[in-house]
């Protein structure tokens, strides 16, 4: 009985951890330490913090915001820098008590620039090494193993998951920084393969796929309607003017690439392709919890999936087409119908009781409506996403309650 009651506590316990338990996000974690916002800023723009939000276990080697600088100095293209940092990401876990504890004093370790596929042989190993004296060194293995970074300290642990280390310089590696192409990203391809192929087609024939090709370099987002929403739009679409056309059709273009996350960041006004003197062809992107919203003065549509986030393009699928102002008359906003007011106490004297089998005039008079719930409907939404925020905390205080109750009832 005793073992059985010792087996049930400990399940419920296992619950607990595992409801409260959330992963890593090394973003949040650097930046409580202004002194890496550059190593920080460039994670995020090169898709590494993502890369290392999902790994289980992981070691962040840091540079602070001078050591950087060294690295800035090469003017290394963004897809270059990316490979580099990468050799700063370790796929084991290492923190401080590991790194002075290394078995023979020395040890070789995998990169995430190993895994890229990019590294020549073993130039994504890193070398680590016990010095005397407490030191612990780092060199890449393709860099005549000189010990050319040391540790500093600990930035943040999280035991056997992720271990965020302060290192003194960069780690340098002649395969590392060797140029790397951008990768080729034909846009009207990606809508092609990924649901949009109604709005590709529109983008050759109506020839508006040079300027969204051309923009790619410089940074570009795109907003492409699925073929379902498209199909449906088409006949207002066929009504417009050549001119038209091409400007609905750039209006869905951004000169300048955007992640999921600037997009949630990010609020306000957006030029487009379509922006030229006074044709404003502006929308405005705002948030709605975990969503993002395109709002023109005609229409909201709301961004229902990614296509492709890879700098400097970035494609996002979207549940309507976006309609510019200057093409399609504003749509005022629907507010709720007030109540109406009571009904006024008649001043006519009351009429005789109606003699039986008759209707009284009192058994015609309707009620007065009341309000048709939009405002409960609203109050529901922000009530689901309130409790979509709190899902694991309350997942938390359930298992607690639980091993509560089964301790009292035991």
């Known amino acids: 009985m005793q073992l059985r009651q010792t087996i049930f506590v400990s399940i419920l316990i296992a619950l607990v951890f595992a409801s409260v338990a959330s992963a890593h996000n090394i973003t949040r974690i650097?930046?409580?330490?202004?002194?890496?916002?550059?190593?920080?800023?460039?994670?995020?723009?090169?898709?590494?913090?993502a890369d290392i939000n999902r790994r289980l276990t992981i070691t962040v080697c840091a540079v602070d915001n001078a050591g950087m600088a060294d690295l800035l100095s090469k003017h290394l293209s963004v897809y270059t820098m990316k490979n580099v940092l990468a050799l700063h990401v370790f796929a084991d876990y290492f923190g401080a008590k590991k790194l002075h504890q290394i078995s023979g004093g020395t040890t070789l370790t995998a990169t995430m620039f190993q895994a890229t596929g990019e590294a020549d042989g073993t130039s994504g190993y890193v070398n680590i090494t016990d010095v005397k004296g407490g030191r612990v060194g780092f060199a890449p293995e393709d860099n005549s193993g000189?010990?050319?970074?040391?540790?500093?300290?600990?930035?943040?642990?999280?035991?056997?998951?992720?271990?965020?280390?302060?290192?003194?310089?960069?780690?340098?590696?002649?395969?590392?920084?060797?140029p790397t192409a951008a990768p080729s990203l034909n846009v009207t391809d990606v809508m092609r393969l990924k649901g949009c192929k109604a709005f590709a087609d529109l983008l050759i024939s109506e020839k508006a796929e040079d300027t969204f090709v051309q923009s790619v370099e410089g940074g570009l987002t795109v907003f492409c309607p699925s073929d379902d929403v498209l199909e449906d739009f088409m006949p207002k679409f066929k009504n417009l003017t050549a001119a038209g056309k091409m400007a609905l059709l750039?209006?869905?273009?951004?000169?300048?690439?955007?992640?999921?996350?600037?997009?949630?960041?990010?609020?306000g006004l957006m030029n487009t392709l379509a922006t030229e003197g006074?044709?404003?062809?502006?929308?405005?992107?705002?948030n709605d919890g975990e969503s993002v919203k395109l709002?023109?003065?005609?229409?909201t549509a709301t961004v229902s999936g990614t296509l492709v986030d890879e700098e400097p393009l970035a494609v996002y699928k979207i549940d309507k087409v976006l309609l510019p102002r200057e093409l399609f008359k504003a749509v005022k906003e629907e507010l709720a119908p007030e109540p109406a007011p009571a009904p006024k106490a008649s001043k006519k004297k009351p009429k005789a009781k109606a003699k039986k089998g008759e209707k009284s005039e009192e058994?015609?008079?309707?009620?007065?409506?009341?309000?048709?719930?939009?405002?409960?409907?609203?109050a529901d939404d922000t009530a689901?996403?309130?409790n979509g925020s709190a899902r694991i905390s309350g997942l938390g205080m359930m298992a607690v309650s639980l091993i509560f109750g089964a301790v009292m009832f035991l």
């Open 278 to 286: 006074k044709n404003k062809y502006d929308f405005t992107v705002q």
């Open 363 to 378: 058994d015609d008079t309707a009620e007065a409506p009341g309000p048709d719930g939009s405002e409960d409907d609203v």
């Open 30 to 49: 650097l930046a409580k330490h202004p002194e890496f916002s550059t190593f920080n800023h460039y994670l995020t723009i090169t898709h590494l913090a």
């Open 295 to 299: 709002k023109t003065k005609a229409v």
């Open 384 to 386: 689901s996403d309130e």
């Open 250 to 267: 750039l209006y869905h273009g951004v000169p300048v690439y955007n992640s999921m996350g600037m997009l949630r960041s990010n609020n």
């Open 146 to 178: 000189a010990l050319s970074s040391y540790f500093v300290k600990t930035i943040e642990e999280k035991p056997y998951n992720i271990s965020v280390i302060h290192i003194s310089h960069i780690l340098s590696s002649p395969s590392a920084e060797a």
